[in-house]
């Protein structure tokens, strides 16, 4: 830097003239500072200052502290780096100054700025996503990369605690480490355990109530089973052969069995009477009657015939039950006298 000095000088005469003095100039930085980083990745700071004169100076570190893995190297020709890999993040308030080796006191110029150590991503990676019940609670696993960060916190439906119920449940793993973050989310699919079912009663026999059929499970006492007849869910009454299926309708169990549910008719008596009877020209039928009394139908055959017969002599009589519900036969011999 110059300066302009006016004298006057009186020797008999006045003069006036001026003498330059020239002073330094300070250094200047010219670089702009990178001001984050990545925790375990390489960072660079490349540091440029000029002057004026081009005198020697140096660059330090006059304040503040560089993350742990970073070094600062003087060039010494006005240049110098910020280098290598951090190992620590976080926020770092540095100045750096530049200053002339020569001059007293010596010219300098300082640049402060924070820098910032970013935490480093990591790769959350989600196992065990499809579990079966057996009323255990079923945590999903995380693996890491880089191998074995901790802590990882898994929310499960937003809840911390690992479900034990039948069903999906939204899980997401944060990782809570000081040098790495990462996220992962995925869906955790507990699959109902499988109950066996067995039928009983499936043979039963009519008598004008309903005849469900009976179902056990293993486990013992899971509820509910839902049963159809024939698709129908009301037990049948009636005589005859229906298809049976029953579902498990259960929170953490599923389980399914079929089969025939046969009503067999019941067995009723049939009682002949009129088996002697006097020809005079007419049929002669026999009488039947039935206990439970009044069933029909009955179908009676003569000698294998069905029409009663009229004429003298000595017919085997078969009486058959003809019902929905009930079944019986009954035999004898019908003499028709002269």
Do not use: C, W
């Not at 990676?125 to 609670?137: E, I, P």
């Not at 089969?259 to 049939?270: E, P, R, S």
Request: zero cysteines; hydrophobic letters at 35%; charged letters at 10%.
């Amino acid at each position: 830097m110059a300066r302009t000095i006016s004298l006057l000088v009186f020797f008999g005469l006045s003069l006036a003239f001026s003498i330059v003095v020239h002073g330094q100039t300070a250094p200047v930085f010219d670089s702009t500072p990178v001001e984050t980083g990545t925790y375990n990745s390489g960072y660079l700071y490349e540091i440029t200052t000029t002057d004026a004169e081009d005198d020697d100076r140096s660059i330090f570190l006059s304040s503040g502290s560089l993350p742990v893995g970073l070094t600062l190297l003087d060039s010494g020709d006005g240049t110098a780096s910020v280098s290598g890999t951090p190992l620590e993040t976080g926020s770092f308030l540095l100045e750096l100054t530049v200053e002339e080796n020569t001059g007293a006191p010596p010219q300098s110029d300082v640049q402060s700025f924070t820098l910032t150590i970013n935490k480093a991503t990591a790769v959350l990676t989600l196992s065990d996503l499809t579990q079966t019940y057996d009323g255990l609670a079923k945590p999903v696993s995380v693996t890491t990369t880089p191998v074995g960060l901790t802590t990882v916190d898994i929310t499960y439906d937003g809840l911390t605690d690992a479900p034990t119920n039948a069903g999906s449940y939204a899980i997401v793993a944060t990782l809570n480490n000081a040098n790495y973050e990462g996220t992962a989310s995925g869906t955790l699919t507990i699959n109902k355990a499988t109950a066996v079912l067995t039928l009983s009663d499936l043979t039963q026999t009519y008598d004008g109530l309903a005849k469900p059929v009976s179902v056990t499970t293993t486990p013992v006492g899971l509820t509910t089973v839902d049963i159809t007849y024939d698709g129908l869910t009301d037990a049948p009454t009636n005589a005859g052969s229906y298809a049976v299926v029953a579902t498990l309708n259960n929170a953490n169990y599923e389980g399914t069995a079929s089969g025939t549910l046969t009503i067999n008719k019941a067995t009723a008596v049939l009682t002949l009477s009129d088996l002697t009877q006097t020809y005079d020209g007419l049929a002669k039928p026999v009488s039947v009657t039935t206990t439970p009394v009044g069933l029909t139908t009955v179908d009676i055959t003569y000698d294998g015939l069905t029409d009663a017969p009229t004429n003298a002599g000595s017919y085997a009589v078969v009486a058959t039950l003809n019902n929905a519900n009930y079944e019986g036969t009954a035999s004898g011999t019908l003499t028709i006298n002269k």
